[in-house]
């Protein structure tokens, strides 16, 4: 099997489902990555700096239709998945990869809420009431994000095999799920504060205890990652494109850190936080300036990592042919978070540098948006997208009313490979070893 199909199911073998319900059944939780991307593009157009205000809220709305659309549709194929083939369920939860893409779900929720928010502070859709229905929402995506965490992470301790040559960025996406959520509750908050200040300190609370989690856990795998990248040396070609997963965490971290301390310094200037600090009247300036400090610190990090990443990615890609499938979609919402910073501090500093670099990393991103969507909707109609590496070893029937005289469908699987939770142990310091596609 080839070893991209081992990251998420990708297809690599480009084994074409031509049958809706072998897509069904080779749906996997990844693909929730191409609505984070597709929301992150709809942010970018919302905070774009320069054009129509009007236009670009328009444009931004069309991209949240788009996302809210893959993600119901997502939705729908994911439950349609489970009730069909119950045992898959059990087969994706312990394959040591496929089940860290669960994370994917909570962000994409997260990306809906902060769209749905830009269409209410744009439009004033709904009113009030449409307002307290994101909040719910919120809370709810509150509570899928910590149980997922802690769920994903306890789970890969105690059950999964791993080893530290195997590792890739993708142990990254449960620890990620807080980061996220905290900067999508922080701008729930900010928002919220003209409405009911008692909901909104309620929620900053939420926004503070999901960063001050989600932060270090990423800071701690990071460094593990960065250890792996030392002692083995790069990643072979189908998991290179998960290094920008480095971006998530730092960009989302610097938004929240910017969204957190100017709400605090709202309430403070407002007298709706307790004495005797939060009534000094240098409160909301010194918060304010810790929150920009560590957002300068963390996209000054993201800074650093991007020029690595792409310079690993250009290396691996000029080696090796790498093959196109889901992992791509793991470089847009990194990568659009980080540009999302960018705006925010071009905004917070009043700055032309960081607006005109969030201007060309924002139009990069748009590029290649829409690269990998234009191919993804080919191969998806073709069907050599869809594939699910936890079948391999206990094959299902292709149709559920097969019954047990029925020869299942074999195992999709590259020479030399025999298990789909085997995870490649070469790295790009030995040519000869380096896995290369079929």
């Known amino acids: 099997m080839d070893m991209d199909s081992v990251l998420d199911g990708s297809g690599s073998s480009r084994f074409k489902r031509r049958t809706l319900t072998d897509r069904i059944r080779h749906f996997t939780p990844s693909w929730f990555a191409a609505s984070m991307g597709t929301g992150a593009v709809s942010l970018i157009f919302h905070n774009f700096p320069y054009g129509s205000k009007t236009t670009l809220r328009y444009i931004a709305t069309g991209f949240f239709v788009l996302d809210l659309c893959l993600f119901v549709s997502f939705n729908a194929l994911s439950i349609t998945r489970y ?7 059990g087969l994706m939860i312990r394959h040591p990869v496929q089940s860290l893409f669960l994370a994917c779900y909570p ?8 769209e749905s928010l830009n269409l209410y502070q744009d439009w004033n859709l709904g009113g009030v009431s449409f307002l307290y229905f994101i909040w719910g929402m919120c809370l709810l995506n509150v509570i899928l994000t910590m149980t997922s965490t802690f769920g ?14 195997s590792m890739t960025a993708v142990w990254l996406l449960p620890v990620v799920q807080p980061v996220v959520g905290a900067s999508t509750t922080a701008t729930m908050a900010a928002v919220l504060l003209d409405v009911s200040p008692r909901h909104a300190l309620l929620t900053l609370c939420l926004a503070f205890g999901q960063l001050m989690i989600g932060l270090p856990l990423a800071f701690m795998i990071g460094t593990i990652y960065l250890l792996r990248l030392i002692v083995y040396g790069l990643p072979s070609s189908p998991f290179i494109t998960s290094m920008f997963l480095i971006l998530g965490p730092l960009g989302q971290g610097g938004i929240a850190f910017i969204r957190i301390s100017e709400v605090i310094a709202d309430m403070s200037a407002a007298g709706l936080l307790p004495p005797p600090f939060f009534t000094d009247p240098y409160t909301a300036s010194i918060v304010k300036f810790m929150g920009l400090t560590m957002a300068l610190f963390l996209w000054c990090f993201g800074l650093w990592w991007s020029f690595f990443a792409i310079a690993a990615i250009i290396e691996v890609f000029s080696r090796n042919r790498v093959p196109f499938g889901v992992p791509f979609w793991g470089m847009t919402f990194p990568i659009g978070v980080y540009v999302l910073l960018t705006l925010q501090l071009a905004v917070t500093l009043d700055s032309k540098f960081f607006r005109v670099t969030g201007t060309i990393l924002g139009l990069a991103l748009i590029l290649l948006w829409a690269c990998i969507f ?23 029937p292709a149709n559920p009313a097969q019954t047990k005289d029925t020869e299942p469908e074999p195992a999709i699987e590259n020479p030399g490979t025999s298990s789909a939770d085997r995870l490649p142990t070469v790295s790009i310091r030995n040519e000869e070893t380096v896995a290369q596609p079929s």
């Open 83 to 89: 009730v069909m083939y119950p045992q898959i369920w």
């Open 152 to 165: 994903l992470l306890y789970y890969t301790i105690t059950r999964h095999k791993q080893s530290l040559e």
């Open 107 to 114: 962000m994409a929720f997260a990306t809906i809420i902060g």
């Open 374 to 396: 234009v191919r993804t909707v080919f191969l998806a109609f073709e069907g050599s997208m869809f594939y699910a590496p936890c079948l391999d070893d206990m094959p299902l």
